[in-house]
């Protein structure tokens, strides 16, 4: 099956949210609790993405893949998730281990076995079954429940695709986000376990990943809608109004009860994005929209250890340049930028690496 062709738009926002994540994670100080508190909202795009790009694949697959053994779709599923973890696997390695020796060098961790323990459960994602981890790069908990959410739900997509887009996908979001969001007031929540059983954050990752689903779903059904100057000119203009609306909220707003109308204007303004009716579509396809979208995961992991300590780095710059807002956000995406072109290439590297010895290994006798 030939790929996909990528979504200039959807590159550039995955950026934009990497980067709203980046300014959440300021230590506490740098913007006073005022401001981009609800930006942890931004991986819930990067869940609902990952649930849009599975339907499309499997949407596609779906009169062949019904017949099959359930089993044979669970094979399927481990496979995809595994290729997606050898696939980061080498850049986030190399980000844990820059993201720890941050950390040693400013006194949060020490040499000793008990971090030392946290630093492998970092490698091993297991922050979200309460086994010991020290969260180095910020992004543990996120892998932890991608990797499992997808573990889950893809095998019954795969082989029931139109009941699970049609009911499950459909009743189980809501009624989640509800209910976290009446019991802990957001959807910041991690490791906490809903009822004292279920994980918060893998539940967050299945929600958010069917919602997915849901907006690859919906806007085909725009998308088959006839073209004409009228749909074409509400569609154009809808689309930056609700993006602005949308940043607007998640800069300025406090994190609140109001994360539920944030998704749902999230999931609006994705399936107006996907329907391909704006006149914005394809505007942005090209290698650099194509470059942003690939940098967004490097930040992603690159940022935390450096942003949320920022001031415990920012002490060692010249007297006059040791406070204020700028300096800490200047010198927090100096490190980040810095970081993730070490990482990038590092882990392009490694990649070479892994398959030189796969080959190698794997090379059938002459």
Not at 205 to 224: C, F, H
Not at 297 to 322: D, E, G
């Amino acid at each position: 099956m030939t790929q996909a062709k990528r979504n200039g738009n959807i590159e550039i926002l995955r950026f934009v949210f990497s980067i709203l994540i980046v300014l959440h994670h300021f230590e506490q100080g740098v913007f006073q609790g005022r401001l981009f508190t609800a930006c942890y909202l931004g991986v819930e795009f990067f869940f609902i993405i990952t649930g849009v790009f599975l339907g499309k694949k499997l949407k596609a697959e779906k009169e062949k893949n019904r017949a099959e053994p359930f089993g044979a779709a669970a094979k399927a599923g481990a496979q995809t998730v595994w290729k997606r973890i050898c696939g980061i696997y080498p850049y986030f390695f190399l980000a844990t281990l820059i993201g720890f020796a941050a950390r040693l060098a400013i006194g949060i961790s020490k040499p000793r076995t008990e971090d030392v323990g946290g630093l492998f459960g970092d490698f091993a994602f297991v922050q979200l079954f309460g086994l010991k981890s020290i969260t180095t790069t910020g992004t543990v908990w996120y892998l932890c429940a991608l990797f499992f959410a997808l573990l889950l739900i893809y095998p019954f997509v795969r082989k029931f695709y139109d009941a699970y887009v049609y009911s499950f996908a459909m009743l189980f979001p809501p009624v989640l986000i509800g209910l976290i969001t009446k019991k802990a007031g957001s959807l910041s929540m991690i490791t906490e376990n809903l009822f004292g059983v279920f994980n918060v954050g893998i539940l967050r990752a299945v929600a958010m990943i069917s919602v997915g689903l849901v907006v690859n779903e919906l806007a085909d059904r725009l998308k088959a809608l006839p073209v004409n100057r009228v749909n074409r000119f509400v569609f154009t203009a809808m689309e930056p109004l609700l993006y602005l609306c949308l940043f607007a909220l998640l800069i300025f707003f406090p994190r609140s009860k109001f994360d539920y109308l944030l998704l749902v204007l999230l999931t609006m303004v994705l399936i107006v994005t996907l329907s391909e009716k704006s006149c914005l579509y394809g505007r942005f396809d090209n290698r650099f929209s194509l470059f942003l979208g690939k940098a967004s995961m490097i930040l992603f992991m690159c940022h935390f250890f450096w942003v949320n300590y920022i001031s415990r780095y920012t002490k060692h710059l010249p007297t006059a340049l040791q406070e204020g807002t700028l300096t800490d956000v200047v010198l927090g995406f100096l490190l980040t930028f810095a970081t993730g072109v070490a990482v990038y290439f590092g882990g392009v590297f490694l990649q070479f690496v892994f398959r030189k010895i796969k080959t190698a290994l794997f090379a059938l006798p002459k």
